[in-house]
């Protein structure tokens, strides 16, 4: 299994990324795939999570409204729109899949949200 990140960077508060995560290793479609985020100091939290068919979604309550996840199955992808960018919003990014056999993390994406 293996877990891409990219889109990550330095944007104003208020600016907006998009973050992408490619999968491969196993039936993308068949699992949900999560966005994390972690600072330094503190436990890493789920930001978003999304069903394998992309039916459903959840966030965590500090993105709801500003953070979109969306996936396209065709070509093994995981995105996080992130719009309305805050300065709590900083952090390394990571998109994060749970198969039968274990966890799984992507090498995480820094972004930085300047005030």
């Known amino acids: 299994v293996q877990l891409v990140e990219s889109g990550g960077g330095l944007v104003q508060a208020g600016g907006s990324l998009r973050l992408s995560c490619r999968a491969s290793?196993?039936?993308?479609?068949?699992?949900?795939m999560s966005w994390y985020r972690q600072v330094p100091g503190k436990e890493r939290e789920e930001v978003a999570l999304i069903s394998g068919d992309g039916g459903v979604t959840d966030y965590r309550g500090s993105v709801k409204g500003r953070f979109i996840i969306s996936r396209d199955n065709a070509v093994n992808t995981v995105y996080l729109q992130m719009n309305s960018l805050k300065a709590e919003d900083t952090a390394v990014y990571y998109c994060?899949?749970?198969?039968?056999?274990?966890?799984?993390w992507g090498q995480g994406t820094q972004v930085t949200v300047s005030s």
């Open positions: 994060h899949v749970r198969t039968i056999i274990a966890n799984y």
């Open positions: 290793g196993f039936t993308f479609s068949n699992y949900v």
